[in-house]
Nanobody, 123 residues
Framework: QVQLVESGGGSVQAGGSLTLTCVAS????????MAWFRQAPGKEREVVAY????????YYTDSVKGRFTISQDNAKNTLYLQMNSLKPEDTAMYYC????????????????WGQGTQVTVSS
């Protein structure tokens, strides 16, 4: 069992920055992918960014490329999402997720999810 706890959400104006943090209750070394997803009201959940084990590869959805950065601190079992130049369309609930062990498709196959942290960007 792995519990994921997100923090760092809030309300900011467009152009502002936030850093989301996700702390895992146990090591996620056996899980190839860690990711941030988001879901806005009335929309499907989408992957925002993922990072492969030990940071060997990262992925960003097109709408956040150049603005968001995903990173991890394995020693602290912590995942981060630095969000800069925020836009109103970034408003959503953001979720941290850990993949099933040894599942290498980082767009799917997530076993554990956090409770979410709300990000609201006003224009």
């Amino acid at each position: 069992q792995v519990q994921l706890v997100e923090s760092g959400g809030g309300s900011v104006q467009a152009g502002g920055s936030l850093t989301l943090t996700c702390v895992a209750s146990a090591s996620t070394d056996s899980r190839p992918c860690m990711a941030w997803f988001r879901q806005a009201p009335g929309k499907e959940r989408e992957v925002v960014a993922y990072i492969r084990i030990r940071g060997t590869n990262t992925y960003y959805t097109d709408s956040v490329k150049g603005r968001f950065t995903i990173s991890q601190d394995n020693a602290k079992n912590t995942l981060y999402l630095q969000m800069n130049s925020l836009k109103p369309e970034d408003t959503a609930m953001y979720y941290c997720a850990a993949s099933f062990p040894y599942r290498f498709n980082c767009l799917t196959n997530y076993e554990y999810w956090g409770q979410g942290t709300q990000v609201t960007v006003s224009s």
